[in-house]
């Protein structure tokens, strides 16, 4: 039983996965790690690199190698299931590690905080093209990434939203699992963990540098085709009621703004694509998420439009 396994997802990676695959290898601890790999059917050579490195390290090294693609959702959960370690770390297969001491540093902290659930470091964000300056995501992230250890809590990632580096993340794999069955249809699974992580224990923050995470055209989640955008608009408001119902009432605030903004761009979008019934539900929604005052105010903006076009 390892103690540390290491969730790998990688898709069309060829010119990655060995930097990232070499990068834990490095790794010197006192303990065993296992890297599981989950190839998610590339189109290029990735299969063949994962292969050749788990002919090489097959102690070492495990494949998941599914025969349709599950797409990134489905291929993060199934080699999250396939960890059996006492603790798991993150590493997509485009990003790598930079210190050796990584695992051991962050199991370190884990063993001597019994409160908290994950251990997090500084990572440095680069564009693969060189075409943008790096960028640390503590100057990115400074109002709430410092240059001193410390802890977070969920209220802190319920204010601030998404600032943590996947590829720095390590955590204890009984604060996941079981691990709820909507996060399969969610569309930010980094975000859904770290919210869940956080139910029953703290975040213990690392200032030191020990990955990089590239940005490369390839990586980028974005959306550019209205349907593809309603989809994903779709996916947002279905994940963000259910972290509604993780943190504390005083955070609901932050997620309804965040759903009034998702119904009105999603009631927009409807219409475009001729949905009227559907535009006007999301309208709807959006209109009522935020509370009386904010829903009154819409209301009056509706019929102050319908009255200058009466009297246009």
């Not at 902290?109 to 093209?129: G, R, V, Y």
Request: glycine share 6%; proline share 4%.
């Amino acid at each position: 039983m390892p103690t540390v396994s290491v969730c790998c997802i990688t898709y069309n990676h060829e010119r990655f996965l060995a930097q990232a695959i070499e990068s834990v290898l490095m790794q010197e601890t006192s303990f065993t790690v296992e890297l599981i790999i989950g190839e998610d059917c590339s189109t290029d050579s990735t299969r063949q690199i994962a292969l050749d490195f788990q002919r090489r390290y097959p102690d070492r090294i495990r494949l998941l190698l599914p025969e349709t693609n599950l797409g990134v959702m489905g291929n993060f959960l199934g080699t999250l299931q396939a960890c059996t370690g006492t603790y798991i770390a993150l590493l997509e297969g485009d990003d790598y590690w930079t210190n050796p001491h990584k695992l051991q540093r962050q199991v370190d902290i884990l063993e001597s905080h019994p409160d908290c659930n994950t251990c997090i470091h500084d990572a440095e964000e680069f564009m693969d093209d060189n075409s943008i300056p790096p960028l640390l995501f503590s100057q990115k992230f400074s109002h709430i990434l410092s240059a001193t250890e410390h802890e977070f809590t969920q209220g802190d990632i319920a204010r601030h939203g998404w600032f943590i580096p996947t590829a720095s993340m390590l955590f204890r794999r009984s604060a996941l699992f079981p691990i709820p069955a909507w996060v399969k249809e969610a569309f930010s699974g980094d975000y859904s963990l770290h919210l869940l992580l956080t139910r029953t224990g703290k975040v213990y923050y690392l200032p030191e540098v020990m990955s990089r995470y590239r940005l490369h055209p390839g990586g980028i989640m974005s959306a550019t085709q209205n349907s593809r955008i309603i989809t994903r608009n779709q996916k947002q408001i279905f994940e963000t009621a259910h972290y509604k119902q993780m943190v504390d009432a005083q955070h609901h605030g932050r997620f309804n703004e965040f759903l009034e903004g998702l119904h009105f761009d999603q009631s927009k979008r409807l219409k475009e694509e001729g949905q009227v019934w559907a535009s006007y539900y999301n309208y709807c929604k959006a209109i009522s998420v935020v509370g009386r005052a904010r829903t009154i105010g819409h209301l009056k903006q509706i019929v102050y439009q319908w009255y200058k076009k009466l009297t246009a």
